[in-house]
């Protein structure tokens, strides 16, 4: 090896013996084509999309950029484009009114509600979309917790919530969904799902489960997108008691095994992108296929920066969801879904 000293000219045919060259294979775009490892596909996306009741506009939410609270008949109009460009499943939320929540998200139990309604104009449409629908009953609760409250009103009580939410996903999978996607984060509401799913007959209904869902600040533009905001996340009752603690790593991994063990068809961590240590630790654990939720927060924060002009959207965007497959995840839920399946097109 030569040494190099200071303020001596480089002469011009100066050669270095190096029999590994890392560069060779960055010479040219198609060399790097050549020798990419990871690659996104539409296939790979689950486009999250919110519903609203009656006819309005499209109601761009302030928070979200891009992202719109639909009516049924847009809602249908938003997956046939996404079907266009290859996406091949969505996850729907609703977003209710404020007069139809009270404290038991009763709303839930009617059987013509919103969402079950929305699940079954989608289904019409376009059979072959596969159809993903949340169970837990923030959208519905006008503290905005994923679950009924216990007596003292101080904490969501877990078994009675389960029992809830267990009848929610035999309503769902009545209503035609692929795969109810329990997002509370109760203990043993996987197998409770899946033996009521299994019980109504549903066998084929599969589970997608938030395992490693933690209690995330990413979060906040979602609960502006469905009004579940309120309580959440203030001091008297924030969604630390079921959400997991971003600190902890072997709890995460706990949790993954349990909901593999209770019946979960799919696993989930959500948020994505500052998880990705998780990520790969669930991949590298469990064989079961893995999800990563790359969630409003994620998007918004990218969105912002691209407004001021900080970051380039197109490039941080794809960027961000390499990373995440990059990490183990198979499946992406993601609001770049449209955009990125757009951008992979060309
Ligand atoms: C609630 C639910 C949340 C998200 C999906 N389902 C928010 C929460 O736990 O308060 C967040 C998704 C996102 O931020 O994009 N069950």
């Known amino acids: ?27 040219s775009a198609t060399v790097r084509a050549l020798v ?23 109601e761009e939410i302030a928070s979200m950029p891009g992202q719109f ?27 209710l009114d404020a007069k139809l929540k009270n404290a038991e998200g009763t709303e839930e139990l009617n059987d013509d509600g919103l969402i079950l309604r929305a699940v079954k104009a989608v289904k019409k449409a376009l059979p072959e979309l596969v159809v993903i629908t949340d169970v837990a009953l923030d959208p519905y609760t006008t503290h905005g917790h994923d679950g009924v409250l216990n007596a003292a009103g101080t904490d969501v009580e877990n078994d009675r919530t389960v029992a809830r939410l267990a009848a929610m996903a035999v309503r769902q999978a009545r209503a035609g969904v692929d795969f109810v996607a329990p997002s509370d984060m109760m203990d043993g509401r996987v197998g409770a799902i ?7 007959g549903f066998t084929e209904t599969g589970i997608i489960a938030y395992s490693v869902k933690f209690n995330s600040a990413y979060y906040g533009p979602f609960r502006d997108a469905v009004g579940s905001a309120q309580a959440a996340g203030t001091k008297s009752l924030s969604k630390a008691t079921y959400q997991l603690n971003p600190a902890n790593r072997r709890e995460a991994l706990a949790e993954a095994v349990l909901d593999a063990a209770e019946g979960a068809d799919v696993l989930m961590v959500k948020p994505a992108g500052a998880y990705l240590d998780i990520i790969r630790d669930v991949r590298e654990r469990s064989d079961k296929p893995l999800a990563a939720y790359q969630v409003s927060g994620e998007y918004s924060q990218i969105h912002a920066a691209a407004r001021l002009g900080w970051l380039d959207l197109a490039r941080t965007r794809h960027e961000s969801l390499i990373a995440i497959k990059r990490a183990g995840a198979d499946l992406i839920l993601t609001y770049f879904a449209k955009d990125e399946a757009k951008a992979l097109a060309h």
């Open 1 to 27: 090896m030569l040494k190099m000293v200071d303020h001596m000219p480089t002469p011009a045919a100066f050669k270095l013996d190096l029999p590994c060259r890392p560069r060779r294979l960055r010479r």
């Open 36 to 58: 990419e490892e990871t690659v996104l596909r539409p296939e790979d996306f689950i486009a999250p999309l919110f519903v609203v009741e009656g006819k309005p506009a499209p």
């Open 69 to 95: 609270r639909l009516s049924i008949a847009d809602l249908v109009k938003e997956c046939r484009a996404l079907r266009k460009l290859g996406v091949k499943a969505v996850a729907l939320f609703p977003k």
């Open 194 to 200: 899946r033996s009521a799913l299994d019980a109504a």
